[in-house]
């Protein structure tokens, strides 16, 4: 993907059969579904690509084992069969994660482990794992560095772990393979109508050229997420959501040195907690607190911050601090609203809506559904007679660089079969490390810049590469010479590369905790 390519591609159209509105999971998974049905589709985004929610979800593709407990049958049954199809289509990219859980007593040790076959049950055919009781000598052995007087029987079950924001740009990358067209960086600001009132298209603003578009379109779809509001006020409505946020903080792996996860059923706020291995760290998460006004770099509170760390202390022998935290970052769920329900009650499924006007909006969701999501979405633009019928191709559709034979401890497998021209690239001067601590190489920049439309630093660090989210003064550290090496690469002036480098850095402190 190359963006001055893409907008070439945009200046060619008169208009477009699709235009969704937001690049992140959803939006990502609309643009491949369109433009695999062979509608013509155009994707605007007005950040990055996976810049809001979906860079910073817990990596987990899964059911929601919690919703259970609800009797939200059908929501975990569709999530356990999309997490399957992910698995097939994108295997490289993710993870098959053994998950375990600590009872405290006898009957606690049924309740779950009865609760996780029928999990199990779910799932189908393609499960990717089998719910067994462990004992205490068990869980001892696979789980290393928590306080024996909390280990008792338990159970273990099997999810998928991944990484939220390189399975936005591999949807991305297919979605352009099927020859939809996507831009970063393209705010939507307004509506095209026709003579009728009714959305025929947006106006839109390239942010890195400045250069202002009027694009016709067919259907026009909003998957926004949290931010929907603001594309639907456009159109006089309003969203029904209510955003929430999760904090998640990422710590070495001495405090939890092991291959499977924890996940602990019962904290004083009534959610589960996670820690979970995750490049090489461990990922703690999360929290679930109701917000009023949303934000692209939502802030941790102090609260949230000290809740997972004292419910992590209660397991781990090792004390952590806030020292101890190498990066802090926040995530935004976009829930579908209901009365007098707080954010733990409120649904994670989907909501699908058409405005008198004619907007498509798409809300709620998460992740592991935005498959389907966007198969429905599309049906309901057919059903209602916004677009011709075409039949969905998504559900067996493998991704670009699809490999089922990568090997799976392989550094860079989360590029598919591209990680072989990687390779390549790192033989040469591109080999050298962007910060000694890590393996995150030049060639990834390089590859990043050219290959993967980031446009700044921080599209490089935070979401081709993962450091702002692994190690944030570790990214601090090296900002200076990606910068440098980006500014070359674009042949940036001096002032811009200095202007871009220093929002950078106050960006990485925000990941920090400073007392």
């Given at each position: 993907?190359?963006?001055?390519?893409?907008?070439?591609?945009?200046k060619?159209?008169?208009?477009?059969?699709?235009?969704?509105?937001?690049?992140?999971a959803?939006?990502?998974?609309?643009?491949?579904?369109?433009a695999s049905?062979?509608?013509?589709?155009?994707?605007?985004?007005a950040?990055d690509?996976?810049?809001?929610?979906?860079?910073r979800?817990?990596?987990?593709?899964?059911?929601?084992?919690r919703y259970?407990?609800?009797?939200?049958?059908?929501?975990v049954?569709?999530a356990?069969?999309?997490?399957n199809?992910?698995?097939?289509?994108?295997?490289?990219?993710?993870?098959k994660?053994?998950?375990?859980?600590?009872?405290?007593?006898?009957?606690?040790?049924?309740?779950?482990?009865?609760?996780?076959?029928?999990?199990?049950?779910?799932a189908g055919?393609?499960?990717?794992?089998?719910?067994?009781?462990?004992?205490?000598n068990?869980?001892?052995t696979?789980?290393?560095g928590?306080?024996?007087?909390k280990?008792?029987?338990?159970?273990?079950?099997?999810?998928?772990?991944?990484?939220?924001?390189?399975?936005?740009i591999?949807?991305?990358?297919?979605?352009?393979?099927y020859?939809?067209?996507?831009l970063?960086?393209?705010e939507?600001?307004?509506?095209?109508?026709?003579?009728?009132?009714?959305?025929?298209?947006?106006k839109?603003?390239?942010?890195?050229?400045?250069?202002?578009?009027?694009?016709?379109?067919?259907c026009?779809?909003?998957?926004?997420?949290?931010?929907?509001?603001?594309?639907t006020?456009?159109?006089?409505?309003?969203?029904?959501?209510?955003?929430?946020q999760?904090?998640h903080?990422?710590?070495?792996?001495?405090?939890f040195p092991?291959?499977?996860?924890?996940?602990v059923?019962?904290?004083s706020?009534?959610?589960v907690?996670?820690?979970?291995?995750?490049?090489?760290k461990?990922?703690?998460?999360t929290?679930?607190?109701?917000?009023?006004?949303?934000s692209?770099?939502?802030?941790a509170?102090?609260?949230e911050?000290?809740?997972?760390l004292?419910?992590?202390?209660?397991?781990?022998?090792?004390?952590l601090?806030?020292?101890?935290i190498?990066?802090?970052?926040?995530?935004?769920?976009?829930?579908?609203?209901?009365?007098?329900?707080?954010?733990?009650?409120?649904s994670r499924?989907?909501?699908?809506?058409?405005s008198?006007?004619?907007?498509?909006?798409i809300?709620?969701g998460?992740?592991t559904?935005?498959?389907?999501m966007?198969?429905?979405?599309?049906n309901f633009?057919?059903?209602?007679?916004l677009?011709?019928?075409?039949?969905?191709?998504?559900?067996?559709?493998?991704?670009?660089g699809?490999?089922?034979?990568?090997?799976?401890?392989?550094?860079l497998?989360i590029?598919?079969?591209?990680?072989?021209?990687?390779?390549?690239?790192?033989?040469?001067?591109?080999g050298?490390?962007?910060?000694?601590?890590?393996p995150?190489?030049?060639?990834q920049?390089?590859?990043a810049?050219?290959?993967?439309?980031?446009?700044?630093i921080?599209?490089v660090l935070?979401r081709?590469?993962?450091?702002?989210?692994?190690?944030?003064?570790?990214?601090?550290e090296?900002a200076?010479e990606?910068?440098?090496?980006?500014?070359?690469?674009f042949?940036?002036?001096?002032?811009?590369?200095?202007k871009?480098?220093?929002?950078?850095?106050?960006?990485?402190?925000?990941?920090?905790?400073?007392?």
């Amino acid at each position: 993907m190359d963006r001055e390519e893409e907008l070439a591609y945009l200046k060619k159209q008169d208009s477009w059969e699709v235009l969704v509105i937001g690049g992140g999971a959803t939006g990502l998974a609309l643009a491949l579904d369109s433009a695999s049905r062979g509608y013509k589709t155009l994707l605007l985004e007005a950040y990055d690509f996976t810049k809001g929610t979906s860079s910073r979800s817990t990596k987990l593709l899964h059911g929601g084992v919690r919703y259970l407990e609800q009797g939200n049958f059908s929501l975990v049954y569709e999530a356990l069969h999309e997490r399957n199809y992910l698995f097939l289509n994108a295997p490289w990219l993710c993870k098959k994660q053994g998950f375990i859980i600590s009872t405290p007593g006898y009957f606690q040790n049924w309740y779950y482990y009865l609760g996780l076959k029928f999990y199990d049950l779910l799932a189908g055919k393609l499960n990717i794992g089998k719910s067994k009781k462990l004992s205490k000598n068990e869980i001892q052995t696979k789980l290393k560095g928590l306080k024996t007087q909390k280990i008792q029987n338990g159970i273990c079950y099997y999810d998928g772990s991944f990484d939220d924001a390189r399975m936005g740009i591999s949807l991305a990358k297919t979605a352009h393979f099927y020859k939809a067209c996507l831009l970063n960086y393209m705010e939507v600001q307004d509506f095209l109508r026709d003579e009728k009132n009714q959305i025929a298209g947006v106006k839109a603003y390239d942010k890195i050229n400045h250069q202002a578009f009027k694009i016709k379109a067919k259907c026009v779809i909003n998957a926004t997420g949290v931010f929907s509001d603001s594309i639907t006020q456009m159109d006089g409505m309003h969203a029904s959501i209510t955003p929430s946020q999760g904090v998640h903080l990422v710590v070495d792996k001495r405090f939890f040195p092991n291959e499977e996860a924890l996940l602990v059923p019962k904290t004083s706020d009534g959610r589960v907690l996670f820690i979970i291995p995750w490049y090489e760290k461990v990922l703690l998460g999360t929290t679930d607190t109701l917000i009023k006004e949303v934000s692209y770099e939502p802030k941790a509170l102090k609260e949230e911050i000290d809740f997972i760390l004292q419910t992590a202390n209660k397991y781990l022998e090792k004390e952590l601090s806030k020292e101890d935290i190498l990066s802090v970052f926040v995530g935004l769920r976009p829930l579908i609203s209901k009365q007098n329900q707080n954010t733990k009650e409120l649904s994670r499924s989907h909501k699908i809506e058409l405005s008198p006007n004619k907007l498509l909006s798409i809300n709620g969701g998460k992740w592991t559904t935005c498959r389907i999501m966007a198969e429905e979405t599309l049906n309901f633009a057919i059903k209602n007679k916004l677009l011709e019928p075409k039949i969905c191709q998504s559900k067996h559709l493998k991704h670009y660089g699809y490999d089922e034979n990568i090997d799976s401890s392989q550094r860079l497998k989360i590029y598919g079969l591209d990680s072989l021209e990687l390779r390549k690239l790192e033989k040469t001067e591109l080999g050298k490390r962007i910060h000694p601590n890590y393996p995150f190489t030049y060639a990834q920049v390089f590859w990043a810049l050219k290959y993967e439309m980031a446009q700044n630093i921080e599209d490089v660090l935070a979401r081709r590469i993962r450091l702002l989210f692994i190690d944030a003064k570790a990214c601090e550290e090296c900002a200076d010479e990606v910068s440098e090496f980006i500014a070359q690469y674009f042949n940036h002036d001096k002032k811009r590369s200095e202007k871009e480098k220093q929002e950078f850095i106050q960006l990485t402190k925000q990941y920090q905790i400073k007392d």
